[in-house]
Each structure stands twice: as structure tokens, then as C-alpha cells.
């Protein structure tokens, strides 16, 4: 029976969202996932405004709303008070 490590290692999954429990077990799991995902190249995201605003970036990028700028034009736009 597969785990999630093993579909990491396959590469059947492009996005992982965990958020674990502070349980003994969790933490370990959560460590062997985050490796996991290191290794492969595989997104990672721990929290569950992470997985929010991500899922809307990706929808916003899906619709066409997804213009990348580098932190220095984003600066660059901001109007002075």
C-alpha cells in the first residue's frame, strides 16, 4: 500500500500542503515529508494561509492575473502619502 512518500518518490504529486499536529508521530512524518519534498523539487507548504493565498495565486495565474514583478517594481509602484 503506498504512502504519501511513496507517491513524492513517483512523482504523482506537485503540491504538498501539510499542516501537522504537534504529536510525537506527526513531527516525525512531517520531517520525513519535508525531506521528501526537498529532494524531489516538490512545493511545500506548512501552513494554512500559506495554502490559501497559494491557491489563489495559482487560480489568479490560471485566469491570466498573474504577473510576476520583482520586489524592487512593486516598491518602485508605491505611491508616497
Known amino acids: 500500500r503506498p504512502n504519501v512518500l511513496d507517491i513524492i518518490l513517483n512523482k504523482q504529486v506537485n503540491l ?17 515529508i519535508r525531506k521528501a519534498a526537498i529532494k524531489y523539487k516538490v512545493p511545500y507548504i506548512t501552513t494554512l494561509a500559506g495554502a ?15 504577473a510576476v514583478k520583482s ?10 502619502i
Open 16 to 32: 504538498i500542503i501539510n499542516t501537522p499536529w504537534a504529536k510525537r508521530d506527526a513531527i516525525k512524518d512531517e520531517s520525513a
Open 52 to 66: 490559501y493565498n497559494t491557491v489563489k495565486g495559482i487560480a489568479a495565474a490560471r485566469n491570466g492575473h498573474g
Open 71 to 80: 520586489l524592487q517594481e512593486y516598491h518602485a509602484s508605491i505611491e508616497e
